[in-house]
């Protein structure tokens, strides 16, 4: 070794090359003897040499970028376990002979440490995003013990200033590793070693200060927004002065703001993200404080996360995991707080768990549902899951983040007992009041989808009358519920035949025990008529609970707005929903007088008279049958030749059913109109052969009709045939020459308009319209040849040779 006195020696009697060699030769020797003496920690300073080159040669090549980190990554990860080998700087310095040795040794394993700073530093100025190569350095300390982990948290305290330095004035950053990183670093924060709290405090400073560099239009906007927060912002540091943000020392609270207010939504969620899977971890410590800068940061901040659903699963995943009760308790906070915030992502995302519902799920429902101030937003959100129909397949298939979950819709079973939970709940008292119709209404309707639908779970419970049942009570209907009970309502339920009258009695026993919500409620249901349609089955239900409420708390006629409904109804696509309209109205029929707009109510059901529903029309003649035999004559008379008109498209129906009561209904519609000759006259004529052509009808009930409308016909216009329509001289032949002989003698205007119509028939479908409009054309011919034109009698041979 050199001896001391060359090495203090400060002037030398040798010059030019001659000191220069020497020198070096002093070098050489001094860091032999090093090498010797410390061994280890001279080949950790040579495979740094080593490392660094390696780094430094994969930032100058054209390698993919993610294979590039990996590779400097694994190599970082080699050198750190490196450093963690070689002894402490004591340890080292006992090495050392005597001073020199000792001041050489720490100057070697200072320069190790340097070096790999400087490693880092080189990584970070090329490219922002390997600050993650720091998050990761965290999690190898944390393994390590604790002489370097404050030797660690120094190097990354200052490669944080150093990038901090680098971006300022930067409009945008790419260091997507923030959050991350900015959640280990929260949590040395709080380490119970002050240096490496100071260093790591520190270190959280300058990574916000990167953070507000990110962009900085969406951070002023977030302070805009959060000037109440404002006194917590980190202050500037003096120029040129190492300062330490002493508030981000142990105050979580503090830590908590700093870091919600800085990050951007995507980094601060992956800040909660990293906190949230450090609470099922074996160390105690980490995890309860993890737990407490987590619920601090929601407490402010939750309106900022972004994959609400992916926490979600993760603290569904902890509950289940069989957590310590007061970590339970904590993991039912956090959904908590992001109901708050997030109240409709939150129960969307409970109602897509599987059916029924376990006991996590229900806890995790009680949360979502502990404060009142969200209770309209998620009673709201819950209702408009209830417009689904369970068992319906989506139009898409999607893949589901669970395998209990297929393309078919239940999520609203799943909302269905999740308003079982959520009802009784005291936070929920004035919201369930809020939104009792709506509620009514969905369960009613989800309690029929139920029954009609073969849902995808072996559970037999129903929990759509459930939760009806449940909304009863807690709105102090419970003596409607027991009323329900003892009429055998909620076991009929289930059986589709009793599917209507179940909602029938509901709406029945509500208006018995007068209901006070009933206002609130039916203006509800006026609402959801008269916006647009939704399935069919739904304005069935809403129609018959409508129909019920207005009959027990309204005399005939309805309000005007109410009757509109119906009106409007009668022509609806929904043949169930005509039906149900005709129904109401024929009962209107005492006091059609007294209704208003009584023509625009008829003529809605003459429309419905062209339904491809048979049974809507048959509803409809008799409808309409009902209310005229009540209508004010005067009324009836001038709506006369509109509604005879509307008959005879029917006279020659598909259904025999239908042509029997048209034709009858039309006879009776003469004999109400007996006094008015001159209307009369012509109505008979208009349908006088339709009325002998159908005599021949196949169908014993349509003859009849015929016979019937014939005689008062015959009566109104004063001919003497009834004796040939009765069964014991019928006869179709002689009925008709008897017809053709009056209408000669009465009113052979008609001849050439009579045989017109009859030709028609000539083409029909039927045999027997064929033959009986031959025999009445050729006897109209016969009597009144002398009355028509050559031209005429040559187009009647021709359609008949046709």
Known sequence: MIPKTHKSRKSSRYSGERGTSLQILHSTMKWLHIEQIAAKLWDTYSALLSHQAMILAMNSSFVDPLIQFESQLSIIESTFKMLCSIPTLDTVKDMGKNEDDKEDLELLYRTIFNLFEDTLLMLVYKDLYKLQILKEMITWMNQESS???????????????????????????????????????????????????????????????????????????????????????????????????????????????????????????????????????????????AAILLTLTLEYYAQKITMVSKIMDEIYKQLQENSSPSMKQVLLWLITLLTRTSPKKVIFHLMDYSVPANSTLILMWQAAGLESQVAPQVLKTILLILKGKPGEKHKIMVQRRRLSVDSVNMMPVAASQALSTLLPLKS????????????????????????????????????????????????????????????????????????????????????????????????????????????????????????????????????????????????????????????KIATMAPVINETENVCNLLFSIIDAFFSKDNNVVIRALLTLRRLLIKLDK??????????????????????????????????????????????????????????????????????????????????????????????????????????????????????????????????????????????????FTKLSGHLLLKDEIEVISEEILN
Not at 699 to 722: D, G, I, N
């Open 147 to 289: 002489f370097l982990q404050e030797r660690a948290m120094t190097i990354i305290s200052r490669v944080l200033s150093f990038a901090s330095r680098k971006v300022k004035g930067y409009t945008s950053v790419d260091a997507p590793c923030l959050g991350v990183l900015a959640a280990e670093l929260s949590l040395l924060c709080t380490h119970s070693d002050p240096s490496i709290t100071q260093q790591a405090s520190l270190g959280m400073y300058h990574l916000l200060c990167i953070a507000k560099c990110q962009n900085a239009d969406t951070v002023k906007t977030a302070n805009a927004k959060n000037e109440r927060y404002m006194e917590n912002s980190l202050p500037i540091p003096p120029a040129g002065i190492e300062y330490l943000p002493k508030i981000l020392q142990q105050d979580k609270t503090k830590i908590a703001q700093n870091i919600g207010q800085a990050l951007l939504p995507g980094l601060l969620t992956d800040f909660v993200w990293s906190l949230l899977i450090k609470i099922p971890l074996p160390n105690v410590t980490t995890a309860y404080e």
């Open 634 to 779: 005067t009324t009836y008379s001038s709506l006369c030749s509109r509604i005879a008109s509307s008959y005879y498209p029917l006279m020659d129906h598909s259904n025999a059913g239908i042509r029997s009561m048209a034709i009858r209904h039309f006879g009776e519609l003469l004999q109400d109109m007996s006094h008015h000759t001159r209307v009369l006259n012509d109505l008979v004529i208009d349908s006088l052969v339709p009325l002998i052509l159908f005599l021949e009808d196949t169908e014993k009930r349509v003859f009849q009709a015929c016979m019937y409308t014939l005689e008062v016909c015959a009566s109104s216009l004063h001919w003497f045939t009834t004796h040939l329509l009765s069964d014991e001289y019928y006869s179709y032949e002689l009925v008709v020459l008897d017809i053709c002989n009056n209408i000669l003698v009465s009113h052979k205007q008609y001849i050439t308009e009579l045989l017109s119509d009859a030709l028609g028939y000539l083409r029909s479908s039927r045999a027997y319209l064929r033959r009986a409009s031959i025999i009445l054309v050729g006897y």
């Open 428 to 583: 929920y008292k004035k919201a369930v009041a809020q939104f009792f119709p709506q509620l009514l209404m969905a369960l009613l309707l989800q309690q029929f989808y139920s029954s009609e639908v073969k849902l995808l779970t072996k559970n037999t419970v129903c929990y759509a009358q459930e939760a009806l049942r449940t909304l009863l009570t807690c709105s102090g209907l419970q003596e409607v519920d027991s009323a329900l009970k003892k009429k055998n309502c909620w076991s009929q339920f289930s059986q589709t035949l009793f599917h209507h009258h179940s909602v029938y009695l509901i709406a029945k026993t509500l208006s018995e025990h007068k209901f006070p919500q009933f206002p609130e409620t039916l203006r509800y249901l006026y609402k959801l008529s008269v916006e647009d349609p939704r399935r069919s089955e739904d304005m069935v239900i809403t129609i018959i609970f409508l129909t019920e409420l207005l009959n027990n708390f309204f005399k005939d006629p309805f309000p005007e707005e109410f009757l509109s409904l119906f009106r409007n109804w009668v022509n609806d696509p929904n043949p169930a929903v005509c039906k149900l309209s005709l129904q």
